[in-house]
């Protein structure tokens, strides 16, 4: 059985076409993320198939129950992690997790033992009995985040789960994610618009832009699909230096200008020493050297044809877009 | 409808408004702080300065002004634990509580049933208090329905601030809320002046509000005085109640995340 399952889904806001006509399957333990800029309709995906938000057309169930027909088994087999936070600050960390417990009519006896468990998961037992206004935001995300399991749901949804935070925090939510989804075996389907975070935690990633699914894929074959890496390299004479890589079968693409020239190559590691060593035989003294491996980023660009924070273009994949554009020729 | 009226949720949402009571303890003081000036001092200062025509011998203007301030307490902290809804919103924890499998029904009842109990807790405070400057009650037993009568009124005026809330966006209406629904029930409910030998106007406007049959009603048990009979004061609050439930259950029930 799938733990999701979507058909031709859609959301219309009045002329707003939010999410348009998406399908897609995540399979149980899975890790899937959405990817996609802020707008792309994430948010509205992960609504409707919580029963939050009405879709508009379209099929969407989860572990089989219809979220339009079924929505309170769908909601107890579910957890929730919003956007924004939802805890009550004037309670402790451990009166957050028993108010929702038992608001999911988990049973006296389990409660206790559950708490502990997610507790300890997130590493909060020991601030357990601290009232979440003395929280750190970290601090109050791994707690929703316990939350999020205490009805032990067999799908869990993050949206953008670590939104402003620090690189530090974002680390360990994301090893606490890892864990409970081989601990509690649990599929976990998660919205972000940080291309490093899919990369990291996701098993399969849907590209999502302007309501469309462009691409659903692991990040690993999204990243083959880019193709050759890219060696960057600054030599005493560039001139030369790059007439003479002609004779290289292995380079694919040669670009060059500003004293740098690129290369794009299969196993961009395994080439550099040859190319130093091809230097050094030429005569020709290597000044620096680096290599940029496609990421999901650059998939991402692919795809969209835009960057997903405009204002922070890569230079890195102005130089890709060169050299393809001259390797085409 | 009841069907799926859950008692663990009512209890559960209860537990919650009890310790965020007894934790806020600021706002217990600000909740019993103006009663208190209202008594000490417009009880006193009044009192010992004016004649209210209207007042039987041998009923000071403080003992009268008693069972007003009670039902203003009971206003105030009703109107303010439903629109407390509109909070919950802000900070996100309404969500929380609309996105678990229950009935909004239950979880309207637990609300209903925290305010109810800060309301009465606070009102008995105001009542020992006004014991404290000289209040004597009329007959013990009458405490009894006089509870009654604090809890329709502090069911009531939640109800409505869950139905205002649910129909607030955000905390902007807040303040008219207070100035043009909360301000005006208190200074037209006869909490603080007679409603005898009142102009036309203004006593027709008392007559239309709700809580003077509260207070009214209150006043009779307590003091042994009143406008109306006790059983106008009873049927008018049960109907006000079994209203303003059915209206906030309406617009609480559809109102949006």
Known sequence: ?329 | MFKNFKCEVVYNLWLREMKRFVRAKSRLVANIAQPFFWLAIMGMGFGSTMKFRELPPGVDYLNFLVPGIMGMTLLFSSMFAGLSVLWDRQFGFLKEILVAPVSRLSIIGGMIAGSVTTGLIQANLILLIGLFFGFRISHPAALIPAMIIMMLIAVSFTAMGIAFASKMEDMHGFQLIMNFVIMPIFFLSGALFPLEGLPSWLSFLARLNPLTYGVDGLRALLLGLSHFSIQLDFSILILFCLAMLGLGTYLFKNCEL
């Not at chain 1, 290289?248 to 395994?270: C, F, M, P, T, Y």
């Not at chain 1, 980023?297 to 130089?319: A, H, Q």
Request: glycine share 8%; proline share 2%; aromatic share 6%.
């Open chain 1, 1 to 329: 059985m799938d733990a999701i399952t979507v058909k031709n889904l859609t959301k219309k806001f009045d002329d707003l076409i939010a999410v348009n006509d998406i399908s897609f399957t995540v399979k149980e333990g899975e890790i899937f993320g959405l990817l996609g800029p802020n707008g792309a309709g994430k948010t509205t995906i992960i609504k409707m198939l919580a029963t939050m938000l009405k879709k508009t057309s379209g099929v969407a169930r989860v572990l089989d129950w219809d979220v339009g027909k079924n929505p309170d088994e769908v909601r107890r087999s579910i957890g929730i992690v919003f956007q924004d936070p939802s805890l009550d600050d004037q309670l402790t960390g451990k009166e957050n997790l028993d108010f929702h417990a038992r608001m999911y009519g988990v049973r006296k006896k389990i409660r206790k033992e559950r708490i502990e468990q997610v507790l300890n998961l997130v590493d909060l037992f020991g601030k357990k009995d601290i009232l979440v206004n003395n929280y750190s935001g970290g601090m109050r995300r791994r707690l929703e985040i316990a939350r999020g399991l205490m009805h032990y749901p067999r799908v869990l949804f993050l949206d953008e789960p670590t939104l402003g935070l620090d690189t530090q925090t974002r680390r360990a939510i994301w090893e606490h994610i890892i864990k409970l989804n081989h601990e509690e075996k649990i599929t976990v389907i998660l919205t972000t618009h940080y291309m490093d975070e899919a990369d990291f935690l996701c098993n399969r990633v849907a590209i999502i832009d302007e309501g469309k699914i462009l691409v659903v894929e692991s990040p690993e074959n999204l990243k083959n699909m880019m193709g050759e890496d890219i060696i960057s390299i600054g030599v005493s004479d560039g001139e030369a230096f790059s007439k003479k890589l002609s004779s290289l079968n292995w380079i694919q693409g040669v670009s060059h200008g500003d004293g740098i020239i690129n290369l794009s190559v299969k196993r961009g590691e395994e080439k550099i020493p040859l190319l130093i060593n091809f230097a050094q035989k030429e005569n020709l003294a290597v000044q620096f050297v680096s290599l940029h491996k496609p990421t999901l980023e650059d998939v991402f660009i692919d795809f969209t044809g835009r960057n997903i924070r405009e204002e922070n273009g890569s230079t890195k994949t102005l130089i890709r877009d060169m050299i393809r554009a001259r390797t085409r020729k």
